[in-house]
């Protein structure tokens, strides 16, 4: 008891075991501060610190040695209690015991161990057999498969070899050639990845060799006799080829065991394929050329004057030779629905090639192209079908065309972009037809080898024609034609004809600019007198030519899609325009009458304008050139017309406007006043009459009459009222003299009133 009181008044900062120390200066002071610092609130060392500050030492040390012997003997007597001295001796013998019974247990788990120890030497020994026994087996599977695969790919049954040395070379053999493909594929693939030799593979491959050239020999004989039966006259070339498709098996086999075998049986199936397009090509576009009129000729050209000689009746007007753009368009659209990429791509060279058969001669008003719907005879076998649509037909690509021979052997003629059209809708839908053929059969395409020819033709057809041709709407058309041809075969994706299509493109627009400066020149160098016989002052011929040009130029380039092209046709009209303004001066040169030079020039510029209105292109360059040289002269003319009458006063008006100092006479403005209150209502009826007969446009003579008229009443009143404003006395006395405007005004309209505007 008196022990643990001790400890308890022990601070837990205090080691209540003293470390050993030898010598004082062992003993570290360096944390005496902190430490007294930490227990300053302790009572003990409360105590000490106050015993410290009395200074009496000696008496404290001598009260802490007394209270330590009598703790001692305290806890001497404690500890020498006879229970539990007992307490602590039973204790001991515990003890004893569990240490026995922890030395038995000690003894059988070594034991345990010792037995454990052997049973994992045993595991370990058949853990080892197992995974020598797994290896076995694996190496026996891998060994199994192998063996299997080898057995399987080499081993070549009789049948295959009956098959492949005499069976029939049809649909059937193809089951052949894909089991004798099987083992030779194996044998390249096993060689290829393995350098040590197999010795069934050295056995076997002697025999896939010979299957292999008895295979190539028979194909070959068989391909050369269906591509040889293309020559046979009326052969349908796609519905051979579809037949072709159904051994393509073959070609890839003879690309595969003898290329030199697969190069003869293209190039053989090039000879004869190209043979038959070129002859048939040639056959067609010579029909073709049976129904081309004349060409239009340096004769047709605006500013030559010899009538004789030309054919220009049509050839500048548009008219329904716009129908062709709107086939143009209805093909595009059927392209976007039916004319995509697939095994046979439709023949149209039977169906839109020519404007119906019965339609006009070229250069009429009803070339039009034939209507969705209509019926024709199918040049195979007579069977008339209705064309709602393009669809799929048996006929040749290229080969005889009833429309053709039916406006041949009926003399019908019709405008060259329709012949063109024609061809180049056979070409199109040949080449596709042919190309998408030849990558599915060959893989690739051989369209130069192919058409060759073909397109030597063609270009030699369009070459011959524009090196001739002076007709500048045909070739317009061609140019849309074109890039309608260059749309259908991109959306088809064949852009085999892109070259071709690209070099016609340049060719048509070379000639075209080339024509258009033709024209210029030929308006340049006009003799204005050997373009007339006797001056008349309505619209001259050049003049209607000339603006039917316009307007086609003008729709057309509209059309174009290629605006570079457009923008360089219209900068050269822009050249044909002003040298028609100069022809038409110095052909009004010609008459010394200045009214009918006027008038001469109004109606020459309102037929211009007046056509390009009835087209919806009055915003063309043109329209605003010849719309202002209208007004222009449409002024000079009223003022010319007023002159005739009543110059006299019109020259007092402006000078006495200009000049208000100017010194004029009573006598002459009284003149001027008698004269015109005498004879103004004779003068317009004259005016009247000159205007509605010198102008071959009712509408444009009745608006000038009625400026006219305006402007006489404004002449009149400004002199009125420079008489009333300059002569006050005389005005005073000849006031009566005056026309009233409104008597003027009424008079007036009796003669403008059955004018509708």
């Avoid at 149209?348 to 090639?353: D, G, N, R, T």
């Avoid at 200045?594 to 304008?609: A, C, P, Q, T």
């Avoid at 329209?623 to 110059?647: K, P």
Wanted: hydrophobic letters at 40%; a negative charge.
């Amino acid at each position: 008891m008196a022990a643990t009181a001790l400890r308890d008044r022990v601070p837990s900062r205090i080691p209540t075991v003293a470390p050993e120390i030898d010598t004082i200066d062992e003993i570290d002071f360096d944390d005496v501060p902190e430490l007294l610092d930490t227990l300053k609130d302790h009572e003990l060392v409360k105590d000490a610190m106050r015993i410290l500050a009395e200074g009496n030492l000696q008496d404290y040390s001598k009260q802490a040695k007394e209270q330590m012997k009598s703790l001692e003997a305290d806890s001497m007597h404690e500890y020498m209690d006879v229970g539990r001295t007992l307490s602590v001796l039973d204790l001991h013998k515990e003890v004893q015991s569990t240490d026995s019974q922890l030395a038995t247990m000690s003894n059988m788990l070594q034991g345990f161990q010792s037995e454990m120890s052997t049973l994992s030497d045993q595991i370990q020994t058949l853990l080892d057999a197992s995974v020598s026994m797994k290896a076995k087996l694996e190496n026996r599977e891998q060994v199994e498969v192998a063996l299997h695969n080898i057995t399987h790919h080499v081993t070549i049954d009789e049948e295959l070899i009956n098959g492949v040395c005499n069976g029939e070379v049809s649909e059937n053999y193809v089951k052949y050639l894909v089991k004798l493909d099987k083992v030779s594929s194996w044998i390249r693939s096993t060689k290829a990845i393995s350098s040590d030799e197999v010795r069934a593979i050295s056995e076997v491959e002697p025999l896939v060799a010979m299957l292999q050239s008895k295979a190539v020999e028979r194909i070959r004989e068989f391909l050369l006799t269906k591509v040889s039966s293309l020559q046979r006259p009326n052969t349908n070339i796609p519905i051979m080829q579809q037949t072709f498709l159904r051994y393509k098996k073959f070609f890839e086999a003879l690309m595969e065991y003898n290329v030199d075998v697969g190069v003869e049986i293209k190039t053989r199936y090039v000879e004869i394929v190209s043979n038959i397009f070129s002859a048939q090509f040639k056959t067609y576009l010579n029909g073709l050329l049976k129904c081309k009129p004349d060409d239009a000729t340096r004769y047709d050209l605006l500013g030559l004057a010899d009538a004789s000689r030309s054919r220009s009746a049509g050839l500048f007007a548009l008219g329904d030779r716009y129908s062709l753009v709107s086939e143009i368009v209805a093909h595009i659209a059927a392209s976007s629905d039916h004319d995509a990429p697939t095994k046979s791509v439709s023949s149209l060279s039977q169906s839109m090639a020519l404007p119906p058969s019965g339609g006009s001669p070229a250069h009429s008003m009803n070339n039009s192209p034939r209507k969705p719907g209509h019926s024709r005879s199918n040049s195979q076998s007579g069977a008339v079908v209705t064309e709602e649509k393009p669809t799929t037909t048996n006929s040749p690509p290229i080969g005889p065309n009833p429309i053709i021979l039916a406006a041949a052997s009926d003399h019908k003629k019709y405008n060259f972009e329709w012949i063109f059209h024609s061809m180049q809708l056979v070409l199109l839908d040949t080449v596709s037809s042919e190309i998408l053929f030849q990558r599915e059969f060959f893989t690739f395409d051989l369209f130069q080898q192919v058409f060759a020819n073909v397109i030597a033709a063609a270009e030699e057809m369009l070459d011959s024609y524009l090196g001739s041709t002076y007709d500048c709407v045909a070739i317009l058309l061609m140019i849309i034609l074109v890039e309608r041809d260059l749309r259908v075969m991109s959306h088809r994706g064949v852009p085999s004809l892109d070259p071709y299509l690209a070099r016609c493109t340049n060719k048509l627009l070379t000639r075209l600019l080339h024509l258009i400066d033709a024209n210029v020149q030929s308006l340049k160098g006009a003799k204005p007198q050997d373009m007339i016989t006797v001056f008349d002052v309505r619209p001259h011929v050049v003049t209607r030519r000339y603006a039917e040009l316009v307007v086609a130029v003008n729709v057309l380039c509209s059309k174009m899609e290629n605006h570079i092209s457009a923008s360089r046709i219209i900068a050269k009209m822009k050249l044909l325009c002003a040298q028609t303004k100069d022809l038409l001066l110095r052909i009004s040169s010609l008459e010394l009458d200045e009214i009918k030079r006027s008038v001469f020039l109004i109606n020459n510029y309102d037929l211009i304008l007046g056509v390009l209105k009835e087209r919806s292109i009055e915003m063309a360059p043109e329209a605003a050139d010849f719309g202002e040289m209208f007004d222009v002269e449409v002024i000079s003319c009223v003022e010319l017309e007023l002159a005739l009458y009543f110059g006299k006063m019109i020259t007092f008006v402006k000078k006495k406007t200009q000049q208000p100092d100017l010194k004029v006479t009573a006598e002459v403005i009284n003149g001027f006043v008698k004269e015109f209150s005498t004879q103004w209502k004779e003068v317009l009826k004259k005016i009247s009459g000159d205007m509605m007969t010198l102008f071959s446009n009712f509408t444009t003579g009745g608006r000038v009459l009625q400026k006219t008229f305006a402007q006489l009443v404004l002449y009149y009143k400004r002199f009125e009222d420079l008489v009333k404003n300059n002569y006050k006395e005389l005005f005073s006395r000849i006031s009566a003299d005056f026309v009233p405007i409104s008597a003027m005004t009424y008079e007036m309209k009796q003669y403008t009133s059955a004018l509708n505007f």
